[in-house]
């Protein structure tokens, strides 16, 4: 019989919705830690690579969409089948889910495992306006049971920050035929009534913010607790193993004053420390190409090169790997360059526009970057953002989605960036020179607003008053105390 507590974390999205879930279970003093890959994708979208290619099925995209979806929760139950089905749960075993990973909450119900939710950003989706008349209309019983409820129990306040979906036919359905669970939580799976004599305890929702940057207002659940930003080991943020040895070596110490990188970074180290009269300034969209919300990377280098044109700054810009944009950077790096010299710079890196732009298509940790760079543009992601926020750097923000527009008015709001750029003001879908010149002035004019005195100095503000939180420590120690095994010898699996 098992006598060790198993800890499930189950976390999807990209790097920066997965990487901190992950950096939560490493601190959690467990035992053995096991690395278990989902292969099918929780979501399509109409760009995504893992649809089927035109033509290959005679497929709706609706269709294509929900097979994905079943092959994809069939999959996370075969896996938590694995975990927990030889046997009885014991009281400290636990599922940590994020919110793109909805599955952990009824498979944590189907197995009876306590449930908590972590996420480095506010929930990054809301209930339609009618949601609440709605459910009041067709389920008036269980309505009752959740605005009734204590406030150490769930009830509608759970509901409307974060668990509505769970209530739509898309999750139902799947609960009642696949799982044999009630098709709406807290209901009786026969007559569909609340569970009246059985209250549950409103669910831990762990923040990985701060609440020096983030206001937590009142009509959050009772329950939600706000760490700190939850920053990662930096070894973990190298694409480039011989970089991340060296991290990990000296993790003890401040990468950012003592660490350089490894040899084959010669050229990137050369352009952040060449003789100029102010630092770079870094642009990352991160996985934003890749999601298919790049559509002319083209243009968008043209935009940067105007912005070159009509300023003196330099800019350092990491492509994430994305195989376009990376093909538009070699085309235009290649002139003038012969033989080995072409080889060396798609591997280290590439200078254009007059070596004012250096592009590089790997991966550094930003806590080493960021304090290098005069101000950061980026896509408002989570961990960007925060990074940004650590080193004092201010910030340019263009949001694409879900929480990055949050991030972005956020950070203007707190006065360590200028208003958010839309969409088309940085990248253009089209490469006419009247509309290229056009956005670059937008951007230069946004940069200039983030180099302004008082931007600067609010942004070195905030990252004295953040300085000494430890977010990832004060998130385990919530999970530790909500166990109730704090100071507990007792590991996990």
């Known amino acids: 019989m098992r006598t060790t507590p198993i800890a499930v974390f189950m976390a999807f999205g990209t790097k920066g919705d997965v990487y901190p879930i992950a950096g939560l279970k490493v601190h959690l003093e467990a035992k053995t830690v096991v690395y278990l890959p989902v292969s099918s994708p929780p979501a399509l979208a109409p760009h995504d690579d893992s649809a089927p290619p035109a033509g290959s099925k005679d497929l709706s995209f609706s269709l294509q969409k929900r097979e994905i979806t079943r092959d994809h929760r069939r999959e996370c139950v075969s896996i938590v089948e694995r975990i927990f089905g030889d046997g009885l749960s014991l009281q400290s075993d636990l599922m940590v889910i994020n919110f793109f990973a909805l599955e952990g909450w009824s498979l944590a119900e189907l197995f009876h495992l306590r449930c908590v939710v972590a996420a480095p950003y506010v929930v990054p989706y809301s209930a339609p306006s009618s949601y609440e008349g709605k459910f009041r209309k067709e389920l008036p ?12 129990k769930v009830g509608w306040k759970d509901v409307i920050h974060w668990m509505w979906p769970l209530f739509t ?10 799982l044999r669970l009630s098709a709406c939580p807290f209901t009786d799976p026969v007559t569909g009534l609340p569970a009246w004599h059985d209250r549950p ?28 930003f939850w920053f990662l080991p930096s070894e973990w943020q190298f694409s480039c193993n011989k970089c991340a040895e060296i991290s990990a070596l000296v993790s003890s110490m401040p990468l950012n004053t003592k660490d350089e ?19 770079p300034i870094f642009i990352g969209l991160s996985s934003i190409g890749s999601m298919g919300l790049m559509r002319n990377p083209q243009a ?6 105007n912005v070159i044109g009509i300023s003196s700054h330099r800019f350092l810009l ?29 591997r280290d890196g590439v200078s254009i526009f007059g070596g004012r732009l250096f592009c590089y298509s790997g991966i550094i940790p930003y806590n080493w970057l960021f304090p290098r760079c005069a101000a950061v543009i980026h896509h408002g992601g989570s961990g960007s953002t925060a990074a940004a926020l650590r080193s004092g750097t201010p910030q340019v923000i263009c949001p694409f989605l879900m929480d990055q527009f949050y991030w972005a008015e956020r950070m203007f709001w707190i006065g360590v960036a200028p208003e958010p750029l839309k969409r088309h003001q940085l990248l253009p879908d089209k490469d006419e020179d009247l509309c290229i010149r056009e956005v670059a002035e937008v951007v230069a004019r946004a940069i200039g607003s983030a180099l302004s005195v008082e931007v600067r100095a609010r942004a070195l503000d905030i990252a004295k008053r953040i300085s000494s939180e430890d977010g990832v420590s004060q998130a385990v120690q919530a999970l530790k105390e909500e166990l109730g095994c704090l100071g507990s010898r007792k590991g996990y699996d």
């Open 261 to 279: 990188l490894c040899s084959t970074h010669v050229k990137l180290q050369s352009f952040m420390s060449a003789p100029a009269p102010e630092l």
């Open 318 to 346: 990491f492509s994430a790997g994305y195989g376009p944009l990376d093909t538009a950077i070699n085309s235009l790096a290649q002139n003038g360059l012969v033989g080995s010299e072409r080889r060396q710079s798609s």
């Open 300 to 305: 968008f280098l043209q935009v940067i090169e």
């Open 141 to 152: 019983d269980l309505y009752k049971y959740l605005k009734e409820a204590p406030d150490d």
């Open 201 to 228: 305890s409103s669910p831990l929702i762990l923040y990985g913010f701060s609440k020096e940057v983030v206001e937590c207002p009142g009509y959050w659940p009772s329950r939600v607790q706000v760490s700190g």
């Open 169 to 178: 036919d898309e999750w139902g359905s799947w609960r009642n035929v696949e």
